[in-house]
Nanobody
């Protein structure tokens, strides 16, 4: 299993970013996929999850601002993040089948 996240960066409060995760080594279309984040001094948080049929779940903290999606043909998972807040600052990881990628840093300035 290999998961490679891209798209992080520094953005001002209220801005947007789109994260991508390219997956390989497993049957992407048959796997639920998640985005999790880890901020310094805080517990890991499940941000969003997308199931095989396309149903989604979101953490209350990001509902209405973040959108998770998948492109099975490209074996790619996305996270569109709008109206970003400083408290969204964290390393964001793509996760599947108990594995996760190396993460991508998202920093939101006030």
């Amino acid at each position: 299993v290999q998961l490679v996240e891209t798209g992080g960066g520094l953005v001002q409060s209220g801005g947007s970013l789109r994260l991508s995760c390219i997956a390989s080594g497993f049957t992407f279309s048959s796997s639920a996929m998640s985005w999790v984040r880890q901020a310094p001094g805080k517990e890991r948080e499940l941000v969003a999850k997308i199931f095989i049929g396309g149903n989604t779940n979101y953490a209350d903290s990001v509902k209405g601002r973040f959108t998770i999606s998948r492109d099975n043909a490209k074996q790619t998972l996305y996270l569109q993040m709008n109206s970003l807040k400083p408290e969204d600052t964290a390393v964001y990881f793509c996760s599947a089948l108990g594995f996760r990628g190396q993460g991508t840093q998202v920093t939101v300035s006030a």
